[in-house]
């Protein structure tokens, strides 16, 4: 029988700007290296437009990023950060997977080929949580969360990854 090692991975968490998915505004991710939290990294990014629709839920406005790099300035700084890693994380998967090919496609990047574990799905799968919003699956599991900061959300994903490859039931 073969034990799985305990896993490396970066969960990721952006902010948008706007509707359109180009529009990070706040990237937080939270690298996890032989099931062990290494650190935990926060960027503000200037969006391709001034348009803040999403203000009432990130508190984060154009003054606060007018001055932040764009995301092509930041992708050659982040992108070191998901070497080593199996797969990326996030809660809601879809929505990051797309924010993070169109903001690459945007700025003329390759997407990284890493493939997505979505924390709501292993919530659900794990502990039958219902609803699965972060903050319910937060709540259930004992985890902090200043949920919408981007760094707080994608430590929170890389600890419900880790609950669930401690219960022995990750997939």
């Known amino acids: 029988m073969q034990i799985r090692s305990a896993p490396s991975f ?12 180009d529009s990070a505004c706040a990237l937080g991710l939270a690298r996890v290296k032989g099931g062990v939290l ?18 009432h839920i990130h508190r984060l406005t154009w003054q606060d990023v007018a001055d932040q790099p764009t995301f092509g300035e930041l992708w ?4 070191p950060l998901l070497e080593g890693a199996e797969f990326l994380a996030a809660h809601n998967a879809g929505f990051d997977r797309r924010v993070l090919r169109s903001c690459c496609e945007t700025y003329g990047f390759l997407p990284p080929p890493l493939p997505f574990r979505c924390t709501m799905e ?5 502990w039958r949580i219902y609803p699965t919003r972060l903050p319910d699956v937060c ?3 004992g985890i902090a969360l200043n949920h919408h900061h981007a760094v707080s959300d994608a430590e929170a ?3 419900i990854v880790l609950a669930a490859f401690r219960s022995g039931k990750l997939r």
């Open 10 to 21: 970066v969960a990721i968490d952006f902010e948008t700007a706007d509707y359109q998915p």
């Open 38 to 55: 290494q650190d935990c990294h926060y960027y503000l990014i200037k969006p391709p437009r001034t348009r803040f629709c999403f203000t």
């Open 76 to 79: 050659p700084r982040i992108a």
């Open 122 to 126: 292993l919530a659900r799968q794990v």
């Open 139 to 141: 709540r259930h599991l």
């Open 157 to 159: 994903c890389a600890r």
